[in-house]
C-alpha cells in the first residue's frame, strides 16, 4: 500500500534488505556482500557466543573475496582476563596499531546481535541494541566487498540492510 509520499509505507519504516541473507552459515564463513558497502548499509549479525575452550571470535570486513591480506575492519572479541575487544585494520598484508576496547559485552553461552552500520568516517558498532565503538576508517570502506566469521560462536543470520 503506498502512502501520500508515493512510497511504500514498509519503506519508510523499517530498513530495505540490499541482498539475500546468509541463514544459518558454517563457521568458519566466508560470504560475498553484493554490490559492496555503502554509506549507510548495515550488516546486522545473530548468533550466540560458544562455551568452548576457544577464548575468541572475530567479524572481518575484506578488500576482495578470498584476499586475507586486506582487512578494511576486524572486530575481534576475546575471552581473556576480564574480556576485551581489539580492532584493526590489515594492509597488504600488514597489520595496523591495534585499537582495544577494555569492555566485553559478550559472555560465553549467551545470544548476540551485533550491528555494523557504515558512515562516510566511521564504522558504527551496536551489540545487543546498545552503541558499542565507532571504528575510523583506515582504507576507503567502498572497496569492501566480502565479510568472514570465525572463532568460537555459531551465527543464526546475518542480514545486509540499507
Not at 557504515?118 to 565507532?134: E, Q, Y
Request: net charge negative; hydrophobic share 35%; charged share 20%.
Amino acid at each position: 500500500m503506498q502512502s501520500a509520499s508515493g512510497y511504500d509505507s514498509d519503506e519508510e519504516l523499517e530498513f530495505r534488505e540490499t541482498q539475500v541473507p546468509y541463514i544459518n552459515p558454517h563457521i568458519p564463513f566466508t560470504g560475498r556482500i553484493v554490490g559492496g558497502l555503502r554509506e549507510g548499509h548495515m550488516v546486522t549479525i545473530t548468533g550466540r557466543v560458544l562455551s568452548t575452550d576457544e577464548n575468541r571470535f572475530e567479524v572481518n570486513f575484506h578488500i576482495g573475496i578470498r584476499d586475507t591480506y586486506n582487512i578494511a575492519f576486524h572486530f575481534s572479541p576475546r575471552f581473556e582476563g576480564s574480556g576485551y575487544v581489539v580492532c584493526n585494520t590489515k594492509q597488504l598484508g600488514n597489520w595496523g596499531l591495534e585499537e582495544m576496547k577494555m569492555q566485553m559485552p559478550f559472555q560465553k553461552g549467551s545470544p548476540f546481535e551485533i550491528c555494523f552500520k557504515v558512515d562516510r568516517s566511521a564504522f558504527k558498532v551496536m551489540v545487543n541494541g546498545s552503541i558499542f565503538l565507532f571504528y575510523v576508517h583506515r582504507v576507503p570502506w567502498h572497496e569492501v566487498n566480502a565479510i568472514t566469521i570465525k572463532g568460537c560462536v555459531e551465527v543464526s543470520d546475518i542480514y545486509f540492510q540499507i
